[in-house]
T-cell receptor
Framework: EDKVVQSPLSLVVHEGDTVTLNCSYEVTNFRSLLWYKQEKKAPTFLFMLTSSGIEKKSGRLSSILDKKELFSILNITATQTGDSAVYLCAGRGGKSSGDKLTFGTGTRLAVRP | DAGVIQSPRHEVTEMGQEVTLRCKPISGHDYLFWYRQTMMRGLELLIYFNNNVPIDDSGMPEDRFSAKMPNASFSTLKIQPSEPRDSAVYFC?????????????FGPGTRLLVL
């Protein structure tokens, strides 16, 4: 059974801090890893990672994948209160597994002013 | 584009009643997914369709749950009879397909409370 584990479960930081969120995965016919941000509504897409060692960056957020060790990290620098959310990691199976995403339970990030 | 549309946004019902959740995917997307999210179990895939055909329903909890996709622009998830443990947020998502798939786009969700 496919499994995605995220850590920490929750995190409280102050504005300006840098945070690192972790995601490990065991996904059959692994194809890609995705990060989502979920506030009080539906998840919104952040990154999709397919290749090891190539950092994806969007503003203060960045992410990297290690396919050998089966994990990914999401970094947020200079955090702001608007970054407060649940961050979800999902592993996507390959063609023989359809387009299934297996989600972790998320990391709940709270950024205090 | 309006994005993925779900209805109703909130549903409160009594145990034993039938519940029907509706989803309209983004036009042109070949894949449609139904998820359930709870505090205890996080986001779980229930079933997904490719070109209106159910591909994998291994996540459907039990026979009380059923899903249909009669055409490319509409899908339903039905719970009959509903139970309090079905209380959750149900998300529908669509994606443009394997060849060009970059991500799944989620609808706003239906918050279901079964009393």
């Amino acid at each position: 059974e496919d499994k995605v584990v995220q850590s920490p479960l929750s995190l409280v930081v102050h504005e300006g801090d840098t945070v690192t969120l972790n995601c490990s995965y065991e996904v059959t016919n692994f194809r890609s890893l995705l990060w989502y941000k979920q506030e009080k509504k539906a998840p919104t897409f952040l990154f999709m990672l397919t290749s090891s060692g190539i950092e994806k960056k969007s503003g203060r957020l960045s992410s990297i994948l290690d396919k050998k060790e089966l994990f990914s990290i999401l970094n947020i620098t200079a955090t702001q209160t608007g970054d407060s959310a649940v961050y979800l990691c999902a592993g996507r199976g390959g063609k023989s597994s359809g387009d299934k995403l297996t989600f972790g339970t998320g990391t709940r990030l709270a950024v205090r002013p | 584009d309006a994005g993925v549309i779900q209805s109703p946004r909130h549903e409160v019902t009594e145990m034993g009643q039938e519940v029907t959740l509706r989803c309209k995917p983004i036009s042109g997307h070949d894949y449609l997914f139904w998820y359930r999210q709870t505090m205890m179990r996080g986001l779980e895939l229930l079933i997904y369709f490719n070109n209106n055909v159910p591909i994998d329903d291994s996540g459907m909890p039990e026979d009380r749950f059923s899903a249909k996709m009669p055409n490319a622009s509409f899908s339903t998830l039905k719970i009959q009879p509903s139970e309090p443990r079905d209380s959750a947020v149900y998300f529908c998502a669509s994606s443009p397909g394997l060849a060009g798939a970059q991500t799944q786009y989620f609808g706003p969700g239906t918050r279901l409370l079964v009393l």
